[in-house]
T-cell receptor
Framework: GENVEQHPSTLSVQEGDSAVIKCTYS??????FPWYKQELGKRPQLIID?????GEKKDQRIAVTLNKTAKHFSLHITETQPEDSAVYFC??????????????FGQGTILTVHP | GAVVSQHPSRVICKSGTSVKIECRSL??????MFWYRQFPKQSLMLMATSNEGSKATYEQGVEKDKFLINHASLTLSTLTVTSAHPEDSSFYICSARYLAGSTDTQYFGPGTRLTVL
């Protein structure tokens, strides 16, 4: 099955700096890559996603890049703010016809933004 | 839109009892829902995939007789933890697959904190 590795496990930055979280996946059939933000005790919130037919996607301060050949994708947060502090999870999914959209999650990254 | 609710948010029960957790998609129909378990400071571990009107598909290592899943309607899936024991204490989260046009993603419920005494 799919395996997703996420790095780093913890990331500490100063407010205003950029943060980058990287994930690799094992199954080249995976074609959907969402990123979720989870605050303590809360539900994971979808913040951005990308499909395999696109190399990059941006939404204000958040961007995701995908390298299908290398089987890795990254989350970029610019101009970080204290409220960006949370746990971030990457995930990968194979085509729904084979998996019903089942997601395999990375291990998570604890992002701390210091004021 | 795309709101998923989960009930109860917290439950404390005695060892040996059963607990039912409900997951509802409030403003969309979800033919597929997923159940996850999350330990403190860890990632989400998929337990099972629940498809409306059919038997759930369990991940390897998850006991189907212990974690009963029912998906009787397009907006409701339930997870019953049978004969709960302290090691079943965890944060259980459901998600619902949202399909609309070219959008195919998952939205999560707020989770249920289960504590078994």
């Amino acid at each position: 099955g799919e395996n997703v590795e996420q790095h780093p496990s913890t990331l500490s930055v100063q407010e205003g700096d950029s943060a980058v979280i990287k994930c690799t996946y094992s199954d080249s059939a995976s074609n959907y890559f969402p990123w979720y933000k989870q605050e303590l005790g809360k539900r994971p919130q979808l913040i951005i996603d990308i499909r395999s037919n696109v190399g990059e996607k941006k939404d204000q301060r958040i961007a995701v890049t995908l390298n299908k050949t290398a089987k890795h994708f990254s989350l970029h947060i610019t101009e970080t703010q204290p409220e960006d502090s949370a746990v971030y999870f990457c995930a990968a999914s194979m085509p729904p016809r084979t998996s019903y959209g089942k997601l395999t999650f990375g291990q998570g990254t604890i992002l701390t933004v210091h004021p | 839109g795309a709101v998923v609710s989960q009930h109860p948010s917290r439950v404390i029960c005695k060892s040996g009892t059963s607990v039912k957790i409900e997951c509802r998609s409030l403003d969309f129909q979800a033919t597929t829902m997923f159940w996850y378990r999350q330990f403190p400071k860890q990632s989400l571990m998929l337990m099972a995939t629940s498809n409306e009107g059919s038997k759930a598909t369990y991940e390897q290592g998850v006991e189907k007789d212990k974690f009963l899943i029912n998906h009787a309607s397009l907006t409701l899936s339930t997870l019953t933890v049978t004969s709960a024991h302290p090691e079943d204490s965890s944060f259980y989260i459901c998600s619902a697959r949202y399909l609309a046009g070219s959008t195919d993603t998952q939205y999560f419920g707020p989770g249920t904190r289960l504590t078994v005494l």
